[in-house]
């Protein structure tokens, strides 16, 4: 069912639909804002591009947007650096604020928000090239087990990830984390079904969209099968006892309540083979908006087009700290 509150696309005014970057995942960033562009404009929506990774803040305030949709993945388009900027000069934007973007892009700050609220995620270690020297990995491995799961916490689109399932893999997997992050996230490695809930609103008014299901070559939804190929399958509502659908929804609400969440955003899941208990993975404040994309697909599923869903989101854009 469609629960959109009907919108003036003349009352936007001029829109900046910010995409591009500098981020490891400018490639799909490219991808969503030329996607949100067309859907707004075909909405009489009067929106631009404007591309971050090469024009500066000062042609950004020149623009003299009236808002702005936020299509930026990852490092200074999702990490709380560009939304303070926007603070600063004043222009409303879609999506979290600083704080709660900085934290969700953290992943390890995230797993300590959500711990500190009785919210389920899976152990972890945190390491250093300091620890790395000190052969505190085999104590790690030892702690959480084998295989684990190594990633960057500051990364998204599964950028820097690797599986380790044998001891002596665990160094290489380190580098290649280490590389994109001062700090290297290890993970406990849970076996089962990837899931995904998107979220619309904040605050009480924040709502889950239909529960979507990722099926992946080998089960390795990496960067490649997220977005460049068409093996990857989706099922959207995802076929669970109602259960188990209310629960996943219901975790979803309060991991993004717990951050601060708030206009639009997605929560990913892991459902253990063993047992069915879901595990919070990490919240995704500025998601894909591409062909392959969740969050459009799972709108879907509820009679939202990716038209609709793109004018629900900048409907929200505000300015978030108060003057």
Not at 64 to 90: M, N, T, W, Y
Not at 125 to 151: E, F, N, T, Y
Not at 161 to 181: G, P, Q, Y
Not at 189 to 194: H, I, K, L, P
């Amino acid at each position: 069912m469609n629960h959109l509150t009907p919108v003036d696309a003349k009352a936007f005014g001029k829109v900046g639909v910010l995409y591009g970057g500098r981020s490891a995942e400018r490639d799909v960033s490219i991808m969503s804002g030329n996607g949100v562009l067309k859907a707004l404009q075909s909405k009489g929506v009067d929106a631009h591009l404007f591309d971050t990774g090469v024009r500066t803040l000062a042609e950004l305030a020149a623009e003299k947007f009236d808002r702005v949709f936020i299509a930026l993945h990852g490092r200074f388009g999702e990490d709380g650096s560009l939304q303070g900027a926007l603070e600063l000069l004043g222009i409303p934007y879609t999506g979290s604020g600083v704080m709660a973007s900085s934290v969700g892009m953290d992943k390890i700050t995230t797993k300590i928000v959500w711990l500190a609220a009785g919210l389920p995620t899976p152990r972890y270690a945190v390491l250093s090239a300091a620890a790395v020297a000190g052969s505190d990995l085999d104590a790690v491995a030892a702690d959480l087990g084998l295989p684990l799961i190594v990633k960057p916490p500051h990364e998204g689109s599964t950028i820097g990830i690797t599986k380790v399932s044998a001891a002596n893999e665990f160094k290489a997997a380190f580098d290649i984390a280490a590389a994109l992050d001062d700090t290297v996230l290890a993970e406990e490695f849970v076996t089962g079904r990837e899931f995904t809930v998107a979220m619309l609103g904040s605050g009480a008014n924040a709502r889950p969209l239909p529960v979507v299901e990722i099926v992946a070559p080998q089960g390795n939804y990496d960067y490649q099968n997220k977005y460049f190929t068409d093996d990857t399958q989706y099922f959207c509502p995802a076929v669970l006892p109602e259960a188990l659908t209310q629960e996943m929804q219901r975790l979803a609400v309060l991991a993004y309540r717990a951050i601060g969440c708030e206009g639009w955003g997605r929560v990913d899941f892991l459902l253990r083979e063993s047992d069915q208990k879901p595990f919070l993975l990490e919240v995704n404040t500025s998601p894909g908006m591409t062909g392959h994309s969740l969050v459009p697909m799972a709108a879907r599923a509820e009679g939202i087009s990716y038209e609709d869903l793109c004018v629900e989101i900048l409907r929200t854009a505000r300015l978030k700290m108060k003057g």
